[in-house]
């Protein structure tokens, strides 16, 4: 604010303050009514109604006229001490944002209370704590649940972190690696390379891959171009290779669904996806906590009715499959 408009606003709110106070002092100063009426000479607003009812002119009564003086003595009360009058910060020094400052000092403060007790404790040793994955609960909750759902359980895109077949890995320093630097999964994209028959059948090799039944002469095919063009990054065995992030193809986890569409999907446009790095944002304590939480997840029970829709085998889940368009990394 320039110092023209500073001085601008506070000449205003002053002169509005004075305005008010002189507004009191004049009316306070007429008389009261009373005598004069006495006199046949009452003061009124010179409306008159039904012939001969006059309005009096009464001064506002004393009590109520202090409680005017009470507040306008308030408000200047109010200004000298807090920031109210242009960019005077007023004299308490209070601020808004340095409420907030301290606030959020507190809470940080409270929480690193709380999670002193958990450091130096492993990633493992944690996960027995029921204290701590209490805490790391809420952690997932606020930091987590709305990529990979309350439940854990992914959606398309999203890893499900139920699964039995980890991405990257499931050991606890890989954990924590990925939840503190974040992940960055790139499947190349084989249209070119394969062309449309080359797609299909490699798209029905790898569909066979998790038991499921796929035409036996396009899943001939598809093996041998999957050893040349795949094996590299998914294993000869399309076991997948965590330490490339290349996922295992041969279990009932999809993250871009396990139909034959969405795996065609999938080899002929490719797929780039992100797991944002957190550790900047929450700290190496809250990560090893949240670590520990995804190292408690299990695989669900073995129960198809427990699975979201892209781990569903796909006989059942063909409909299911949301048809992507362009980028599916839902960024
Ligand atoms: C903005 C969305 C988003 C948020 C927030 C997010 N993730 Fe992820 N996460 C992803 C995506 C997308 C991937 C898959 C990355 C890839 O395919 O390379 C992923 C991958 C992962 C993996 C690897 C899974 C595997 O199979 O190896 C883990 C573990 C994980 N996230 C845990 C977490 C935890 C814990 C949090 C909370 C701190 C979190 N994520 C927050 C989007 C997110
Ligand atoms: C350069 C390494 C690399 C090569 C080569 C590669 N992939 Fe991938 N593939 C990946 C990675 C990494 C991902 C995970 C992408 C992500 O994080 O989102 C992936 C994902 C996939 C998926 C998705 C799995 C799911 O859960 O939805 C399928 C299917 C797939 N690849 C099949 C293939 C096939 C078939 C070929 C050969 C034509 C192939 N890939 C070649 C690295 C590779």
Not at 126 to 153: E, I, T, W
């Amino acid at each position: 604010m320039s110092g023209f408009w500073n001085g601008w606003i506070v000449v205003l709110t002053l002169a509005n303050v004075a305005g008010a106070l002189w507004l009191l002092w004049a009316t306070s100063r007429r008389e009261p009514n009373d005598a004069r009426a006495e006199q046949g000479d009452p003061d009124t607003t010179g409306h008159t109604w039904d012939g001969d009812l006059k309005e009096y002119n009464n001064p506002l009564p004393r009590w109520w006229l202090w409680l005017f003086y009470g507040s306008v003595a308030f408000g200047v009360g109010y200004m000298v001490l807090f920031p109210a009058l242009g960019s005077f910060g007023g004299a308490l020094g209070w601020s808004q944002a340095g409420q907030w400052q301290a606030q959020t000092l507190e809470a940080e403060r409270r929480a690193n209370e709380q999670f002193a007790k958990f450091a130096g404790k492993s990633v493992v040793e944690l996960q027995r704590d029921p204290d701590a994955m209490r805490v790391a609960r809420n952690l997932y909750a606020n930091n987590c649940a709305m990529c990979h759902g309350s439940d854990a359980r992914g959606a398309k895109g999203f890893p499900n972190l139920h699964a039995t077949n980890f991405q990257y890995g499931k050991e606890p320093d890989t954990l924590v690696a990925t939840i503190a630097l974040g992940r960055q999964g790139v499947m190349p994209a084989w249209a070119d390379a394969l062309g449309a028959q080359g797609v299909e059948e490699v798209a029905s090799y790898v569909y066979s891959l998790s038991g499921r039944k796929a035409p036996a002469d396009l899943v001939a095919g598809g093996q041998a171009k999957f050893g040349m063009f795949c094996a590299s990054c998914h294993g000869a065995d399309g076991t997948g290779m965590p330490v490339l992030g290349a996922p295992n193809l041969t279990d009932q986890y999809w993250t871009y669904g396990g139909s034959i569409e969405a795996i065609k999907e999938t080899i002929t446009a490719g797929r780039q996806n992100q797991m944002p790095a957190h550790l900047d944002l929450l700290g190496e304590q809250r990560v090893k906590l949240l670590a520990a939480y995804v190292l408690s997840l299990g695989p669900p029970a073995a129960e198809p009715a427990t699975q979201t829709a892209q781990n569903v085998p796909a006989a059942d889940a063909a409909a299911a499959v949301v048809p992507v368009t362009g980028d599916a990394s839902g960024h």
